[in-house]
Structure formats: structure tokens, C-alpha cells
């Protein structure tokens, strides 16, 4: 079996399961290490590209040269990015960025860390989701009743919701239903496990260019 190395890199730390935890930089993470931007991906390698999930090797991504993450901004700056990306040069995997376009044109972040990859001389995927991350995660109306309960119901057209608006609703139906031992990281892993691909795809055109952009770097 062909092992997959890859780091994902995610503008909030919710996305990658609300670090910081103990595993060191460059090294394999466990299931429960994993947060929905990893699940997305992996579902989206095993149902796309017939990968098997224990192929799939996640690891901690590298640290700035201050040994602080990089979050939010930071990885749509230059300097950041060379810091965070040379220390796979020695050790290639594949590299996917998960980034929210917010107010600004996708196109551009988009092209801002691709760039990024190539001038490192590694591959990778690069997803902007319009407006926001969380739009994904919300899309699938079935997926928010399994895991929300009730009716939860989100638009029709995602990304043309105004930004933040997807994060705002999906903080709101979390907690009103979170508990100690099911807190908000937890229910958006599960959002990340039922939603149903296509579903997304169909409804976040940004979903399926990811989608699209990291199956055609595996196969």
C-alpha cells in the first residue's frame, strides 16, 4: 500500500481541530488529532480517488521561524509561507491550503499560494472557499439535520451570503446544542464526516474546484 503524505494548512485553528497539542512539527497525526479540514480531505481522496483511508498520512505542518502557527493572515504572506514550506523540501509530500476568500477575489489567494508551492518545488492543492469555510460545512441540509437535529435549513446560494454569516450561524446552531463532552470542535467534525460531497460540490462551486484540484493531484 502506497502511503500519502500530506499537511494541511488551514486558516483557523478550528479547522484543523483546535491545536495547539503536543505533536511536533513534521510528525504523523493520529484520528483524534484531525480536525474537518483533514476529514474533508481524506474523504475526498478515499471516495474520489479510491485511496484507503490508512493510506493517508497527515502530519503536523512546520512552524514560522518564531515557532509560532500559521493562522488567519499569515498564510497570505510571502515570508510566512517560504518559512512554513522550505522545511519539505528535503522531505516532499503534498501540501493543501484551505483558506477563506472573505471579502476579497478567490482568484487572487488562490494564485497568491500556488505560487507559494511552486516556488518551493512542491505540490499541492490550494481551496478558497467563498465566503468562508463554514459555508461548506453547512451546505447539506440532510448533514445539519443528522448531526444538528430538528430542521436546520442554510441559503440556497452560500457564497453569495455576506461574509461571516456562515461562521455566525453555525456558532449559533453548535451551541445550542453542544455539551461537555461534545463541544464545537466536535460537531463540526461531524458535519465534515455526514455531508455529502456532491451535495457540496453542487451548492459551493469553490468546494468542487477543490475538489476537483486535489483529485487531479493525487491521480
Known amino acids: ?102 471579502d476579497s477575489k478567490p482568484n487572487g489567494r488562490k494564485s497568491l499560494l500556488e505560487k507559494a508551492l511552486e516556488r518551493n518545488q512542491l505540490e499541492g492543492a490550494v481551496g478558497v472557499a467563498v465566503k468562508e469555510f463554514e459555508a461548506w460545512l453547512i451546505a447539506d441540509s440532510s448533514a445539519l439535520s443528522t448531526v444538528l437535529g430538528g430542521s436546520k435549513s442554510s441559503s440556497s446560494n452560500l457564497e453569495a451570503l455576506p461574509c461571516r454569516k456562515a461562521k455566525k450561524l453555525l456558532n449559533q446552531w453548535s451551541q445550542e446544542i453542544s455539551t461537555q463532552s461534545r463541544g464545537l470542535a466536535d460537531i463540526r467534525k461531524e458535519l465534515a464526516s455526514a455531508m455529502d460531497l456532491d451535495t457540496v460540490s453542487n451548492l459551493c462551486p469553490s468546494f468542487k474546484e477543490f475538489r476537483q484540484a486535489l483529485l487531479s493531484v493525487v491521480t
Open 1 to 102: 500500500m502506497t502511503t500519502v503524505c500530506m499537511v494541511v494548512h488551514a486558516e483557523g485553528p478550528g479547522d484543523l481541530g483546535n491545536p495547539p497539542r503536543s505533536v511536533p512539527p513534521g510528525e504523523s497525526l493520529l484520528l483524534e488529532e484531525r480536525g474537518p479540514a483533514h476529514i474533508i480531505v481524506q474523504r475526498v481522496l478515499t471516495e474520489g480517488a479510491q485511496v484507503p483511508e490508512g493510506a493517508i498520512d497527515f502530519r503536523e505542518p512546520l512552524r514560522t521561524q518564531t515557532g509560532t502557527h500559521a493562522y488567519g493572515s499569515k498564510l497570505l504572506d510571502q515570508r510566512v509561507l517560504d518559512e512554513i514550506l522550505a522545511g519539505w523540501l528535503l522531505n516532499p509530500l503534498l501540501v493543501v491550503f484551505l483558506v477563506d476568500s472573505d
